[in-house]
């Protein structure tokens, strides 16, 4: 099972990019085209979040558009930059998982990897939480999953990531949702966005994972104490690859144009070379 994770659109209304300078719009195109040149394709597309960057009905009818091009079923949670309910009725009746009112949680089934994608989004806050009742759900998905192999999918991280411009703005959960997620070992991956860079590290007894930007990306900065600033570095999406055998593999896309793939035509000198050993006789 292939899996593309994209993140972060920040689809803007036609001719007002974002931050003044920033072509959200291009990116989300030429990230979609970057997954239908894939060979194979996924299986299937998961968005994490922040599909508008100001919750507009044009924004939205944006993303739509560009995302109904994918052949393969697409799977979308909110995140901070969108509205929930402006989401849920643009984007409804194309994400048929989605529930008309309430938190967008729900579960894909279709796989031999279930998908439980989950609603962080605080009106009115750049953070997340994971409150007792989305807790609750989550805890009775993982209950109904008799164990298969899943993906949890978010927008906001729900662990820190040692960047303090970053983690200011996390998940709040609290420790019985990590005992949760430890105490379901098939869990491959915790999957989010928001942060605008790839990060990966271990949480609670599996991978979290954040997946970068299509457009614009968080500049790294270690300082303490620093905000976040945004750079213009090469958007990227991330693939995750089930098997039977390896579980999930994560991969990292670079989108671009970055010439032709080569074959590789070693030097002789290459020590890895086999060739027979020189006689000392």
């Not at 930059?81 to 994400?95: K, N, P, Q, S």
């Not at 009742?133 to 298969?148: C, Q, Y």
């Not at 890895?272 to 006789?281: C, D, N």
């Amino acid at each position: 099972m292939i899996i593309a994770q994209l993140s972060d659109f920040h689809a803007r209304p036609h001719g007002r990019p974002a931050y003044g300078i920033v072509d959200t719009n291009a990116a989300i195109r030429a990230a979609v085209d970057a997954v239908l040149a894939m060979d194979p394709r996924p299986d299937c597309v998961l968005v994490t979040g922040d599909l508008s960057d100001c919750g507009l009905v044009e924004e939205y009818e944006i993303v739509r558009a560009t995302l109904r091009e994918l052949p393969m079923p697409v799977y979308a949670v909110p995140g901070n930059h969108d509205r929930r309910e402006t989401f849920a009725e643009i984007l409804g009746a194309d994400l048929s998982c989605l529930p008309r009112a309430g938190f967008l949680h729900y579960t894909v089934e279709d796989f031999p990897v279930r998908l439980i994608g989950l609603d962080t989004v605080v009106a009115g806050q750049d953070g997340g939480a994971i409150c007792a009742e989305r807790e609750a759900w989550l805890a009775d998905r993982l209950r109904e999953g008799r164990g298969r192999p899943a993906l949890i999918f978010m927008h906001h991280p729900p662990f820190r990531v040692g960047i303090d411009g970053m983690d200011i703005m996390p998940c709040r959960v609290s420790p019985d949702f990590v005992e949760l997620i430890a105490r379901h070992p098939e869990i491959e991956r915790v999957v989010c966005g928001h942060y605008h860079r790839p990060i990966q590290l271990r949480f609670a007894g599996t991978i979290g994972y954040v997946a970068p930007g299509t457009a614009h990306q968080v500049a790294l900065d270690l300082r303490p104490g620093e905000e976040n600033r945004f750079i213009m570095e090469p958007p990227a999406f991330a693939v995750h690859v089930w098997r039977p055998e390896t579980g999930i593999v994560s991969h990292l896309q670079p989108i671009g144009d970055f010439g032709p793939r080569r074959d590789f035509v070693l030097d002789p000198a290459y020590p890895g070379l086999a060739r027979p050993e020189p006689s000392h006789a």
